[in-house]
């Protein structure tokens, strides 16, 4: 199942050239052409599946199996003091986890401008928003 209009399915594939670090029957991981740091990484199911939902939980956990053993491994080969992952989605319709090696000093700060509760009350009715979500 590939997208003809996706651009990680074509790289998945080999169409479109990348700077491959690791690729199995199911797992494709490369470099970002637009990295927040060196060494960031991006690894997608081959399959094309536009979200993390949509992603059949066997495909989904050899994404994040793979992930976690890439994460020491680019720690180790960059140097970094830690490497963040996440997963964010907003940018191309194919499920990816993101690797980011973070360095002493990278000035990225907490990579997002931080917000605060106006008081406990609002953090609990939002805590209460989301648990009733998940009990319906
Ligand atoms: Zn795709």
New binding site residues.
């Given amino acids: 199942m590939?997208?003809p209009n996706?651009?990680?399915?074509k790289i998945?594939k080999g169409d479109i050239p990348s700077h491959k670090i690791y690729e199995d029957e199911d797992v494709f991981a490369f470099l970002d052409i637009e990295p927040v740091n060196i060494g960031h990484a991006l690894i997608?199911p081959k399959k094309?599946?536009v979200s993390m939902e949509e992603t059949p939980d066997e495909l989904l956990s050899k994404v994040f199996i793979v992930s976690k053993n890439l994460r020491p491994k680019i720690k180790q080969a960059l140097d970094a003091n830690v490497v963040a992952l996440t997963v964010i989605g907003l940018h191309?319709?194919?499920f990816h986890v993101q690797l980011i090696p973070r360095f002493k000093d990278d000035g990225l700060g907490g990579f997002w401008p931080t917000k605060k509760y106006k008081d406990s009350t609002e953090a609990e009715t939002t805590a209460n928003k989301i648990r009733s979500a998940i009990s319906s």
Avoid: G
Wanted: net charge negative.
């Fill in positions: 590939h997208d996706c651009i990680f399915c998945a997608i094309h599946y191309v319709p194919h």
